[in-house]
């Protein structure tokens, strides 16, 4: 049997990881779309996003499990499966709710190849210098996925229909796959933890419950028993997660390393990048298209100053990185992503492009600074026996920062939407404001106009529109806010010394 190439296998993990990446951003263009063509209200298409983060985000610490016992090749195979099946199932979703399931599905997917794809870099190099080039040139090929992604799926969206996004995936996949039989070598750690079923259903259940709260209060409403028991049920289910974790002998999370302020702020300095800048990839263009009437094509070209601002800035952040402390490093990031979105604010009120474009490099060159600090720091306090589990944690709060962050800001865009336009719209036309609100914030104006008669739709259309735009003003104001306070936290938590006599964090890794 032929020796495989590493160089082979990188490419190949590198890709595979490209396809998520790529697959993640690429969806936010077209929801204005898909919102059209499937007659969806917006509380439908933050689900297209949200269903798709849940499962991802629920399952990257037990498929890091499963990849590690029942080998990473294998566990390609089948995520790859998944998410090429369920990528057709997207494709051909006759509904909303249908295409909300596929997503689910493909999250599945995503969460076994990330885990595996990363374990099988990690296993096929073992120099240090080796290794440092090959994760260069892995987070290389996520930032031109990550920058590719809103410009291509606006011209696959103009061009092909915004279910070709799903449908390239076969081919793509396919051809991933071939390269996964040929290139990449089976791998398992004998050592591995043994799954951990309760604490996985446990964290799964409660992050389901704490979005579905969020994203179904402004149809229901936010004082109605299930909204209530909805979130409660997500807080309970979080506190039963830890007690869970608490008892087992070698838990999915070490929760002692939470004693140690350090490891607590770089946790928080991720959540908030991924809260207050990473999320903005997805909600972006919907302000491109409804508020500036952009297409799906000019959408995904008007993303590219916050892209590019996000792929240059890491070369930047690792000179920088030699003469400023991390604490420093993480506080800059977050500064610069709080005063982007408060920029990005103050454009969105001022109207206009131009001033919008360079709010949004700020906040890109914010996430760029942020992107490979945020994952090195949380890494570093963490000993080596135990970096697939910190890996874990890192990735896991990432994902579910964006979802948390796209229900939060999506039920703070849909109520002041409808508030700013029950204010403004006549009295007769009172009882129809929920309903035109909620379409016009998925991006489908003919259908929120559909709900009045002729007559009415001049002057309530401009009404409509100006109410969203002051509503999504209003989510910048308290993204910037919220980064400004993250930068504030996470800054003096990381300032705090290590506390070496646990026994949890090695000395030398986390200076």
């Known amino acids: 049997m032929r020796p495989v190439s590493p160089r082979l296998t990188l490419l190949t993990a590198s890709g595979v990881c490209s396809l998520i990446v790529l697959d993640t951003n690429i969806v936010a263009v077209t929801l204005p779309s898909i919102a059209r063509d499937l007659g969806a209200n917006f509380a439908d298409i933050e689900w297209v996003v949200s269903a798709y983060m849940l499962a991802f985000a629920a399952l990257l610490l037990p498929a890091g499990s499963l990849a590690d016992r029942f080998g990473r090749k294998k566990t390609l195979v089948w995520g790859l499966s998944i998410f090429i099946l369920a990528s057709l199932g997207c494709g051909a979703a006759p509904s909303a709710l249908w295409l909300d399931i596929a997503r689910a599905v493909k999250g599945v997917g995503a969460a076994l190849l990330l885990t595996s794809a990363l374990a099988s870099i990690g296993h096929t190099f073992h ?26 799926g606006g011209l696959i969206t103009e061009y092909l229909g915004w279910r070709w996004i799903f449908y390239l995936n076969l081919p793509v996949g396919l051809a991933l796959m071939a ?13 591995s933890a043994r799954l951990d079923p309760w604490g ?41 997660f830890v007690l869970v974790e608490r008892v087992q002998q070698r838990p999915m999370v070490d929760l002692q390393l939470f004693r140690h302020p350090r490891f607590i702020g770089a946790l928080l300095g991720m959540f908030a990048y991924a809260g207050c800048a990473q999320v903005m990839m997805t909600l972006l263009p919907f302000y491109l298209q409804n508020g500036l009437g952009f297409s799906a094509i000019a959408s995904g070209l008007g993303m590219l100053p916050f892209a590019l601002t996000m792929l240059v800035c890491p070369r930047i952040g690792a000179r920088l990185a030699g003469r400023f402390t991390p604490a420093t490093m993480m506080a800059t990031g977050l500064t610069l992503v709080g005063c982007g979105n408060l920029l990005s604010a103050w454009a969105v009120d001022v109207s206009g492009y131009v001033p919008f474009a360079l709010a949004i490099a700020v906040t890109g060159a914010g996430a760029g600074l942020l992107n490979g600090d945020t994952q090195k720091n949380i890494m570093a306090c963490v000993p080596r026996d135990r970096v697939g589990m910190a890996s874990g944690m890192s990735t896991t709060m990432r994902f579910s920062a964006i979802m948390l962050a796209i229900g939060v800001y999506g039920a703070l865009l849909s109520s002041h939407s409808e508030q700013l336009l029950g204010a403004s719209i006549g009295a007769q036309w009172q009882g129809q404001v929920a309903g035109i609100a909620s379409r016009v914030v998925a991006g489908d104006m003919p259908a929120a106009m559909g709900l009045l008669p002729a007559s009415a739709r001049a002057n309530v259309q401009p009404l409509a529109q100006q109410a969203f735009v002051g509503g999504f003003g209003g989510v910048l104001w308290v993204a910037g806010w919220l980064g400004l306070l993250g930068a504030l936290v996470v800054g003096l938590l990381m300032r705090h010394p290590i506390n070496v006599g646990a026994g949890l964090l090695a000395k030398t890794e986390c200076q």
């Open 127 to 152: 120099d240090e210098v080796e290794r440092a080039k090959a994760w260069a040139f892995w987070g290389a090929c996520m930032g031109v996925a990550m920058t590719a992604a809103p410009t291509l």
């Open 179 to 191: 390269l996964v039989l040929r290139a990449i070598p089976e791998s398992r750690d004998t050592q």
């Open 200 to 240: 996985s259903l446990a964290f799964s259940a409660s992050l389901l419950c704490l979005i579905w709260g969020l994203i179904e209060a402004n149809r229901i409403g936010w004082d109605s028993p299930p909204t209530y028991a909805r979130l409660l049920a997500g807080a309970v289910l979080l506190g039963v």
